[in-house]
């Protein structure tokens, strides 16, 4: 990849430099900028011919094999594979421009996949969800973030292939945030709330209908404040969620029930620097709290939290997964669940890495029999022989405590291992 980023800049480089030759023939031709380095922004940017901007180019190749156990339905049926592959590359950009309100930057990130079918399915490339496409492009100005950009509510300094129980999520936002100085900072943004829903692949329970999201009312708002410094870095964040849901009946379909509810939750997170160790290393954690809306601990229908990949199996989702459910009168009854992470990075030497990690999750569904909790644990060993490459095996262990009355596997525990090389550039 660094060699076609070269041959690249190199091209550029030369066309601008013939040009300006050609040019140099011709009365009162003008002298031609040349491709520069540009170091007001760190390593890997150059000036854009013509102009004030600077722009680094970078990503990533990566492939992923997963392989483990997959547990039978109580019907005798194996609903997920047993190995699967994922092939995944990322493609940014990365403009900015000094102005006298500050930097003016656009940033834009193209992600594209293929993985492994599901059972009785071809692989085939995604074109849908975040993962496909492009998950990032924003602009950045004077405080102002809008685009789509990474939750305001993430803390996500976790090293392992496999996602915890933490939100990681890419969504359409408008948000704002106050630099205090000294590495304290304010955000407040309104984000898209029907990236974070959790709708019911099961039926309703007894006195309880399916839950169905109606019109998104209002969007999401998002907050934080944050501290990030030579010793590490803290977060605390809020979020409201707004639900909206309503009943028909009868022939023809009339209204028989609607109502409206805010979902809200909080989380803290903590990464320390442990540089008495080796230089790199550092411990984190954090405690999450969510009342309608899983997505903010990583368990939205389009979910974070992921310990297979490739339509292998995440055991924990064979559980009951909504945000909330339609009560008596229709009245919405929410969600509520603690999540839970602590990990440790550690470099044995400049070439080799390790990360472990351990995560619980406690969700109290509100129909009967339906509550559920479940931990993972999660240990890798990585190798990166040259810079940026990096070769490495990751295994985890998943065990469901407590299932859901709709869960409808035959075992409750899981073993997967993920082997992953990745190029960055």
């Known amino acids: 990849m660094k060699l076609v980023k070269s041959l690249a800049l190199g091209s550029a480089a030369a066309f601008v430099a013939l040009s300006g030759a050609q ?43 997963s392989a483990g156990e997959v547990s039978r339905t109580f019907a005798g049926t194996k609903p997920n594979n047993n190995t699967g592959f994922r092939a995944r590359a990322r493609l940014w950009f990365d403009a900015r421009t000094d102005t006298e309100y500050g930097t003016l ?30 998950d990032k492009a924003f602009v950045q100005f004077a405080g102002l973030t809008a ?7 993430d803390f996500k300094p976790y090293a392992t292939f496999a996602n915890p129980y933490v939100s990681d999520r890419t969504l359409a936002l408008i948000g704002y945030t106050v630099e205090f100085g000294s590495g ?25 209908v399916t839950p169905n999201y109606n019109e998104q009312k209002y969007p999401d708002i998002v907050g934080n404040l944050r501290v990030q410094q030579g010793w ?69 229908t389009s979910g974070d ?10 055991i924990e989702r064979a559980n009951r997964l909504v945000d909330f459910e339609v009560g008596a009168g229709g009245k919405i009854r ?31 569904v509100k129909s009967a ?34 299932r859901s009355a709709t869960y409808n596997l035959r075992d409750t525990d899981e073993v997967i291992g993920r082997f992953r090389v990745q190029r960055d550039f």
């Open 232 to 300: 590490g870095e803290a977060q605390l964040s809020g979020f409201a969620h707004n639900i909206t849901t309503e009943q028909t009946g009868g022939v023809p379909a009339v209204l028989t029930n609607r109502d409206t509810a805010w979902g809200y939750g909080g989380m803290v997170g903590v990464k320390i620097n442990l540089p008495a160790l080796a230089k790199g290393d550092y411990i984190w954690g954090s405690a999450g709290y969510s009342s309608g809306s899983l997505s903010y601990l990583g368990f939205g």
């Open 105 to 134: 930057r656009t940033y834009i990130r193209a992600q594209f996949q293929r993985q492994s079918g599901g059972n009785n399915a071809v692989a085939q490339s995604d074109i849908n969800g975040d993962d496909a496409l492009f």
């Open 369 to 402: 029999g339906n509550d559920w909790a479940a931990y993972a644990l999660t240990g890798n060993l990585i190798w990166s022989p040259v810079k940026k490459l990096d070769i490495g095996a990751e295994v985890n262990y998943v065990k469901v405590t407590k």
């Open 147 to 153: 685009g789509l950009s990474d939750s305001f509510w």
């Open 23 to 65: 040019a140099a023939d011709l009365p009162g031709a003008e002298p031609v900028e040349y491709v520069k380095v540009c170091d007001a922004y760190g390593a890997g940017f150059f000036y854009i011919p013509g102009s004030e901007t600077c722009l680094q180019i970078g990503g990533f190749a990566r492939l992923d094999f």
């Open 334 to 364: 929410k969600t509520e669940a603690y999540a839970f992470n602590l990990g440790l990075l550690h470099y044995w030497d400049p070439k080799w890495r390790s990360s472990v990690q351990g995560s619980y999750i406690d969700v109290n």
């Open 305 to 314: 939290e992921v310990q297979g990949i490739a339509n292998t199996q995440n």
């Open 184 to 208: 304290f900072s304010a955000s407040i943004a309104i984000e898209d709330g029907t990236a974070r829903r959790a709708i019911a692949t099961t039926p309703g329970q007894p006195g309880f």
